[in-house]
């Protein structure tokens, strides 16, 4: 029996393909993934090594599954899947698909819902699991065990789950506005856009690492760095007399609203 089954083989199968090899989490021999496009499955055969199939009754017979295709083929995907033993784990990075609807098309099986992100793809991501009523803490530890090979792994209770999503998971979003923007403000006051775009995305780097490894608030980084009649707090002002801090919590509040909505 393969040990992890991947139903659809797009962009966040690959990066955990590429993370649990990397890892050695898994073999080659381990891992087999469905796809319908042969052009897909020739990539991943080619690329990783492991087995690809076009028919998800395949999958179905591993023994950790994991659903990587599009929500909106949910029910397709159940059809098409067939029987699966109740003693599979199953695994779902579908957003907005809830563990009851999980539960209710798999009866039986332990389910797992995850909401990684897109730094998944270079093993940066930070994903969230909640886990359904039937997960055993050993199947708790083989999911945490999948994702902490494409990053960080954090549990929520499935009621935060739109919170998650209109944060880390819309987050790459927001951080891709704020570093365009930086770049457009840099180009603004003179600076080729080649240097911008290395002054703003290392300044965001280091700072993100200063924060981590010193632990800071970031109010304390900000005041750090802010001297009396200086030019970051000119900058600061500016920031806030644009309301770009309350902009941000609504894109929050906002994003979240929406999956809610998509979700219900
Ligand atoms: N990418 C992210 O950053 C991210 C973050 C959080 C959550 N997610 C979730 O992860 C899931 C996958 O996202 P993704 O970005 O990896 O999407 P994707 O690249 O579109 O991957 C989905 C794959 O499933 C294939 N597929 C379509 N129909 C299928 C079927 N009947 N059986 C098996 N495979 C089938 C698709 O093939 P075709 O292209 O030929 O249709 C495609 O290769 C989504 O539910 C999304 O909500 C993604």
Same mark, same amino acid.
């Given at each position: $029996?393969?040990? *992890?089954?991947?139903?659809?083989?797009?962009? $966040?199968?690959?990066? @955990?393909?590429?993370?649990?090899?990397?890892?050695?989490?898994?073999?080659?021999?381990?891992?087999?993934?469905?796809?319908?496009?042969?052009?897909?499955?020739?990539?991943?055969?080619?690329? &990783?090594?492991?087995?690809?199939?076009?028919? +998800?009754? +395949?999958?179905?017979?591993?023994?950790?599954?994991?659903?990587?295709?599009? =929500?909106?083929? &949910?029910? !397709?995907?159940?059809? +098409? $899947?067939?029987?699966?033993?109740?003693?599979?784990?199953?695994?779902?990075?579908?957003?907005?698909v809830s563990l009851q609807q999980l539960e209710t098309a798999f009866p039986?099986?332990?389910v797992?819902r995850?909401?990684? +992100?897109?730094?998944? @793809?270079?093993? !940066?991501?930070?994903?969230?699991?909640s886990?359904g009523k !039937?997960?055993? =803490?050993?199947?708790?530890?083989?999911?945490?065990?999948?994702?902490?090979?494409?990053?960080?792994?954090?549990?929520? =209770?499935e009621?935060?789950m739109?919170?998650?999503?209109? *944060?880390?998971?819309?987050?790459?979003?927001?951080?891709?506005?704020?570093?365009?923007?930086?770049?457009?403000?840099?180009?603004?006051?003179?600076?080729?856009?080649?240097?911008?775009?290395? *002054?703003? @995305?290392?300044?965001?780097?280091?700072?993100?690492? *200063?924060? !981590?490894?010193?632990?800071?608030?970031?109010?304390?980084?900000?005041?750090?760095?802010?001297?009396?009649?200086? %030019?970051?707090?000119?900058?600061?002002?500016?920031?806030?007399?644009?309301?770009?801090?309350?902009? @941000?919590?609504?894109?929050?509040?906002?994003? %979240?609203?929406?999956?809610?909505?998509?979700g219900s």
């Open positions: $029996m393969t040990a *992890l089954g991947i139903v659809g083989g797009g962009q $966040m199968a690959e990066a @955990l393909v590429s993370g649990l090899l990397a890892k050695k989490a898994y073999l080659t021999s381990e891992i087999l993934v469905s796809d319908p496009n042969s052009e897909r499955r020739d990539y991943l055969k080619d690329k &990783f090594g492991i087995a690809v199939t076009e028919n +998800n009754r +395949n999958v179905s017979q591993c023994s950790v599954l994991l659903l990587a295709v599009k =929500p909106q083929i &949910f029910s !397709q995907i159940i059809k +098409n $899947m067939g029987a699966v033993a109740h003693d599979r784990l199953l695994l779902s990075i579908l957003a907005g039986g099986n332990p797992v995850v909401m990684p +992100n897109t730094p998944a @793809l270079i093993a !940066q991501g930070i994903s969230a699991l886990y !039937q997960v055993a =803490p050993d199947q708790q530890q083989t999911a945490q065990n999948i994702f902490k090979t494409v990053g960080t792994v954090v549990e929520v =209770p009621a935060l739109d919170a998650v999503t209109g *944060l880390s998971g819309s987050g790459p979003g927001y951080v891709a506005l704020l570093v365009e923007a930086l770049i457009d403000g840099g180009v603004l006051v003179g600076l080729p856009r080649p240097l911008a775009r290395s *002054l703003v @995305l290392e300044t965001f780097k280091g700072s993100v690492a *200063l924060l !981590q490894e010193q632990n800071l608030h970031p109010g304390e980084l900000k005041d750090r760095v802010t001297s009396p009649g200086g %030019t970051t707090i000119a900058g600061i002002a500016a920031l806030e007399k644009s309301g770009v801090r309350s902009a @941000l919590i609504q894109a929050v509040e906002a994003a %979240t609203q929406r999956s809610k909505a998509l």
